[in-house]
């Protein structure tokens, strides 16, 4: 079944249940079933193209308007507010969308609306009014379903397509991967244009009959009292939001009693956070990991099987293979390239052939560029990019085991590290941090706590103090963005 006639189906089910709580209202079915006809109605009057674009805040509007747009049999295309104007315009243009489903406020926040398409203003819509009936389009599992664009950690954004199968495949594999039930409540605050904010924290919901309360921007303090008030089973966020969560002094492990899974993704879970949600909150955090290639979910550590620092095993029907250089198969424990097969897997990229091909192997298996190594029992580790990976004195060094060190340093929030050119070992690494409030920076303290840990050639040569590192719309570390002050590269 594709993914909008399960949400109908769900709301044809139930009518009347809360589906989706956000900042502004509640959400019943037959509420989102309304506006998606009246933005069904709209975009059809306005628009010809085969893609329409949505920007709009995380809460029940994106689901909605996304609904809509599913049931003309169109192509929802996500669009990233927070991206520089310039970017934004190409995702607009790349895309060959003309409609943009929008609210003002939106428009305010990016300053400047992308040039070309049209504005479906949903503010500026009468939703108490009867929208015409229509039957939706029947769409196929092979047909595009959502083209989500990432952040383009090189180049340009690419345009990922993932079809109405990859998506309700990747629900099913998480369905199944843990017990689910319509008694769960979600929480949501990643963002809607963002696959796993779509996939996870909103289309397996509304999919499933689980109620989900969302709220547009991370606010700690927020965060917690959602908590208490909603009582949610489950919690999904990036570990810098979990950092940021501990900060609040006015909370117990009361307050996060109610969740079963409490899932950390998109970036490393340092110890320290790890081990601080532990002893005060008596909460265990599980690692997972996922792209946007993958529709969202490959791996989830669930609960009865944590092992630290592992992202789970894969979910199911999702092939796993690491290999070398030549494409060979190593060991256990050995470290190569995580490649990854099954059917949540893209279409490919966005009028992309020749990036689309060099994606996937001789036997279909998606090229991820993590390097990553399998235990005995199949669980993953992350060991760091491919591309971001340093050849110091003809040894392979990843910036994850650097930053590792550096963020069990008490003076330290967060840290990245990057290779830069060095005339005596090829490249030398070199750190990047962001403090504690309240911590003074100590370079010498900070790389001789590195010597403690490390191989002396994996200290960091330099390190430098940022008031905050580069991060991406869901907070994960850029270190493409970092450079070293010209001053201190002469």
Not at 43 to 72: C, D, K
Not at 362 to 374: I, K, Q, S, V
Not at 387 to 399: A, D, L, Q, R, Y
Request: with cysteine; hydrophobic share 45%; proline share 6%.
């Amino acid at each position: 079944m594709s993914v909008p006639w399960a949400i109908l189906r769900q709301i044809a089910c139930h009518p009347t249940r809360v589906m989706m709580v956000d900042d502004q209202r509640s959400w019943r079915g037959i509420d989102v079933l309304v506006g998606a006809l009246h933005v069904a109605a709209e975009v059809e009057r306005v628009s010809e193209a085969r893609h329409v674009g949505i920007m709009l805040p995380t809460g029940g509007l994106f689901p909605m308007a996304a609904l809509g747009v599913w049931m003309l049999g169109r192509t929802v295309v996500p669009l990233n507010y927070l991206l520089k104007g310039s970017d934004l315009q190409y995702v607009v243009d790349d895309s060959e969308i003309d409609t943009i489903v929008t609210v003002g406020p939106m428009l305010e926040f990016v300053g400047e609306a992308p040039r070309g398409p049209r504005l479906v203003r949903l503010d500026a819509m009468n939703f108490k009014q009867m929208p015409a009936l229509r039957w939706p389009r029947w769409v196929g599992s092979d047909e595009l379903a959502v083209l989500l664009y990432t952040s383009g950690t090189s180049g340009k954004p690419k345009g990922v397509m993932l079809s109405h199968g990859n998506i309700a495949a990747n629900i099913q594999q998480c369905m199944e991967w843990v017990d689910f039930t319509e008694r769960d409540v979600i929480l949501g605050v990643l963002p809607q244009f963002h696959v796993f904010g779509l996939t996870a924290l909103t289309l397996l919901p509304l999919t499933h009959g689980l109620k989900v309360i969302f709220t547009a921007r991370f606010m700690p303090r927020k965060i917690v009292q959602l908590m208490k008030r909603h009582r949610p089973t489950a919690f999904m966020g990036i570990a810098s939001m979990y950092a940021a969560l501990l900060n609040v002094k006015e909370q117990t492990a009361e307050d996060w009693s109610s969740l079963r899974f409490v899932v950390s993704g998109g970036e490393p879970l340092p110890d320290a956070v790890s081990q601080a949600f532990r002893e005060r909150l008596n909460v265990v955090l599980n690692e997972g990991f996922g792209m946007t290639e993958t529709s969202a979910v490959s791996h989830w550590c669930r609960p009865s099987e944590t092992r630290r620092h592992s992202v789970g095993r894969a979910l199911p029907r999702i092939e796993v293979k690491i290999v070398d250089s030549s494409g060979r198969r190593v060991g256990v424990n050995e470290d190569g390239e995580l490649r990854l097969r099954g059917p949540n897997m893209m279409q490919g990229y966005f009028k992309l052939p020749q990036e689309t091909a060099a994606a996937f192997d001789e036997e279909g298996f998606l090229r991820t560029g993590d390097m990553a190594r399998e235990d005995e029992d199949g669980f993953l580790y992350i060991t760091g990019r491919i591309k971001e990976m340093m050849i110091i004195g003809g040894e392979n060094v990843f910036p994850r085991e650097i930053e590792e060190v550096l963020n069990k340093h008490e003076s330290v929030a967060a840290s990245a590290v990057i290779g830069v050119r060095d005339e005596s070992r090829g490249e030398a690494p070199v750190a990047f941090v962001e403090l504690v409030e309240g911590a003074a920076f100590d370079e010498v303290a900070l790389r001789s706590h590195c010597r403690k840990w490390l191989a002396q050639y994996k200290v960091p040569r330099d390190v430098y103090a940022l008031e905050k590192l580069p991060r991406n719309p869901t907070g994960k570390i850029m270190r493409r963005e970092l450079r070293v002050p010209e001053a201190a590269g002469d």
